[in-house]
C-alpha cells in the first residue's frame, strides 16, 4: 500500500523529500492519478501538497503577479487580478478539462507534467512568465522555455518543487487572445492551441507575442511572425503572411488525433481570427 506524507510547513515537507527521494508529489492529481489507477506508476510513498496554504496564493508583487503554484485552474481564472492584469492566462485555464478538473488541477502540475498540449503553456509563454523554484538550499527562477525541456521533461533538480509562477502585468496589452481546437467542444486535450499578445498604438501593432501549444515538442513561440506584425495594423492580409510564417516554425508531429499537416494548418489558421476581434 502506498504512503502518504502530508507536510504542513516547506519545512516538513524539505524533510520528508529528504527521506523519500524521488517521491512523487501530489498536487491536485488530475494526472497523477490517472497514472497510478493504470498502474504506470506504483509508488511506495507519495508526498502530498495540500497542506501548504503559501503555495495556493496569488498576489501582486511590484510588477509582476506571483501566482502560487498550487492555485487551481478554477481559482485563477476567476482571480481579479488575473483577469486585470493577465487575462490571457484566465482565458487558457478556463479552458482546462471539465469544473471538476478546473477545481483540481493546478498551475504548477500543468507545469510540471510538461505536456506539449498543456493550456496554460502558450499563454505563459506570451506573458513572459518565469517559474520559481524552492528546495532547502532556496530558490531559483527559471524563464518558462528553460523550464521546459520537452514532453515530459522539466528543469527541476532533486528535492526541487515549483512554488510559484511570476508573470509580469500585461494590462497595456489590448489584444489578449487564446484559442484552441480539439476532437470536441469541451473536456478536450488541444489538437493545436495559440495564445498572443498585441500592444496597439494608434491602432497599429508596437508589439506582438505569438505562442503555439501542441505543435512542437514545447510550447513555441513565434518571432517571424511577431516581427511581420509589428508596425503593422491586424488586417487579413498581414495576418495571412504571419500565419504562413507560423506554419513554417511549428514542429507538429502525427499522432492519434491529428495529423502533423493538419497541426499546421490550424496553427496559421488560428492566427486569422485576430481580424474578426
Given at each position: 500500500m502506498t504512503r502518504v506524507l502530508l507536510p504542513a510547513t516547506l519545512s516538513?515537507?524539505?524533510?520528508?523529500?529528504?527521506?523519500?527521494?524521488?517521491?512523487?508529489?501530489?498536487?491536485?492529481?488530475?494526472?497523477l492519478l490517472v497514472r497510478l489507477r493504470a498502474r504506470r506508476q506504483r509508488p511506495e510513498t507519495l508526498v502530498g501538497?495540500?497542506?501548504?496554504?503559501?503555495?495556493?496564493?496569488?498576489?501582486?508583487?511590484?510588477?509582476?503577479?506571483?501566482?502560487?503554484?498550487?492555485?487551481?485552474?478554477a481559482m485563477i481564472a476567476r482571480h481579479p487580478l488575473v483577469l486585470r492584469h493577465a487575462p490571457v492566462l484566465a482565458r487558457a485555464v478556463s479552458e482546462v478539462g471539465g469544473p471538476a478538473i478546473r477545481n483540481?488541477?493546478?498551475?504548477?502540475?500543468?507545469?510540471?507534467t510538461a505536456s506539449p498540449a498543456g493550456d496554460s503553456l502558450p499563454a505563459l509563454a506570451v506573458l513572459e512568465a518565469r517559474v520559481e523554484l524552492l528546495s532547502a538550499g532556496g530558490t531559483r527562477l527559471l524563464p518558462l522555455s528553460g523550464f521546459l525541456l520537452g514532453p515530459?521533461?522539466?528543469?527541476?533538480?532533486?528535492?526541487?518543487?515549483?512554488?510559484?509562477?511570476?508573470?509580469?502585468?500585461?494590462?497595456?496589452?489590448?489584444?489578449q487572445h487564446f484559442e484552441k481546437v480539439g476532437r470536441r467542444a469541451a473536456l478536450a486535450i488541444a489538437v493545436v492551441s495559440l495564445a498572443v499578445l498585441a500592444r496597439l498604438e494608434k491602432g497599429v501593432v508596437a508589439e506582438a507575442r505569438l505562442a503555439v501549444g501542441?505543435?512542437?515538442?514545447?510550447?513555441?513561440?513565434?518571432?517571424?511572425?511577431?516581427?511581420?506584425?509589428?508596425?503593422?495594423?491586424?488586417?487579413?492580409s498581414i495576418l495571412e503572411r504571419a500565419?504562413?510564417?507560423?506554419?513554417?516554425?511549428?514542429?507538429?508531429?502525427?499522432?492519434?488525433?491529428?495529423?502533423?499537416?493538419?497541426?499546421?494548418?490550424?496553427?496559421?489558421?488560428?492566427?486569422?481570427?485576430?481580424?474578426?476581434?
Amino acid at each position: 500500500m502506498t504512503r502518504v506524507l502530508l507536510p504542513a510547513t516547506l519545512s516538513e515537507l524539505w524533510e520528508a523529500l529528504a527521506a523519500c527521494p524521488g517521491a512523487p508529489l501530489l498536487a491536485g492529481g488530475t494526472d497523477l492519478l490517472v497514472r497510478l489507477r493504470a498502474r504506470r506508476q506504483r509508488p511506495e510513498t507519495l508526498v502530498g501538497l495540500e497542506r501548504l496554504a503559501e503555495l495556493r496564493t496569488i498576489r501582486r508583487q511590484g510588477r509582476s503577479l506571483r501566482i502560487g503554484a498550487l492555485a487551481s485552474h478554477a481559482m485563477i481564472a476567476r482571480h481579479p487580478l488575473v483577469l486585470r492584469h493577465a487575462p490571457v492566462l484566465a482565458r487558457a485555464v478556463s479552458e482546462v478539462g471539465g469544473p471538476a478538473i478546473r477545481n483540481m488541477g493546478t498551475l504548477g502540475g500543468n507545469l510540471c507534467t510538461a505536456s506539449p498540449a498543456g493550456d496554460s503553456l502558450p499563454a505563459l509563454a506570451v506573458l513572459e512568465a518565469r517559474v520559481e523554484l524552492l528546495s532547502a538550499g532556496g530558490t531559483r527562477l527559471l524563464p518558462l522555455s528553460g523550464f521546459l525541456l520537452g514532453p515530459g521533461r522539466t528543469a527541476l533538480a532533486p528535492g526541487e518543487i515549483v512554488g510559484a509562477v511570476r508573470v509580469p502585468l500585461a494590462a497595456d496589452f489590448q489584444v489578449q487572445h487564446f484559442e484552441k481546437v480539439g476532437r470536441r467542444a469541451a473536456l478536450a486535450i488541444a489538437v493545436v492551441s495559440l495564445a498572443v499578445l498585441a500592444r496597439l498604438e494608434k491602432g497599429v501593432v508596437a508589439e506582438a507575442r505569438l505562442a503555439v501549444g501542441s505543435a512542437a515538442p514545447t510550447v513555441l513561440r513565434c518571432p517571424e511572425a511577431e516581427e511581420l506584425l509589428r508596425g503593422r495594423r491586424l488586417t487579413l492580409s498581414i495576418l495571412e503572411r504571419a500565419a504562413r510564417a507560423v506554419r513554417a516554425a511549428v514542429r507538429p508531429i502525427d499522432d492519434a488525433r491529428a495529423s502533423a499537416e493538419y497541426r499546421r494548418q490550424v496553427a496559421g489558421n488560428l492566427l486569422l481570427r485576430l481580424a474578426d476581434l
